[in-house]
């Protein structure tokens, strides 16, 4: 059995802030814990607006609290979001996030992050970046 503290991990090398400013992210669980997912606590800071395309993961988002919309760009579409709200990035789908408050979500990455990725050029993460000890 795997037991982690999400204070305990905000306080260690688990949380990632991004270079941009734009979010931080807690990594709870990890590709060297082989379950064949990784689990995140993110905070997206007030104001933030960014471009994301994870072409090498699937990800699916849960809004614990917090207000802001995601758009995906291959069809336009702008999506609410708000505390009690699941999106899924089943597609590898090109989108913007925006956070009109700060918001908080859980995060379910396939494959699974080894710890220390922040995103790219073109808004993804690499498939194999330097993995964090626990």
Not at 32 to 54: L, R, V
Not at 71 to 81: F, S
Not at 110 to 131: C, F, I, S
């Amino acid at each position: 059995m795997i037991v982690r503290n999400l204070k305990e991990a905000e306080s260690g090398n688990r949380r990632i802030v991004s270079p941009d400013g734009n979010w931080e992210s807690t990594r709870m669980l990890l590709k060297d814990d082989n379950m064949g997912f990784s689990f995140h606590i993110t905070t997206i800071y007030k104001d933030a607006d960014f471009y994301m395309h994870y072409q090498n993961h699937l990800e699916s988002v849960y809004c614990m609290s917090g207000r802001g919309e995601v758009e995906t760009l291959d069809d336009g579409k702008r999506y609410p979001i708000e505390a009690g709200t699941l999106y899924i990035l089943d597609k590898h789908d090109r989108h913007i996030l925006r956070a009109f408050e700060e918001m908080k979500m859980a995060c379910v990455f396939n494959p699974p992050l080894t710890g220390k990725e922040v995103h790219n050029k073109e808004g993804a993460y690499e498939l194999e970046a330097e993995t964090i000890s626990s």
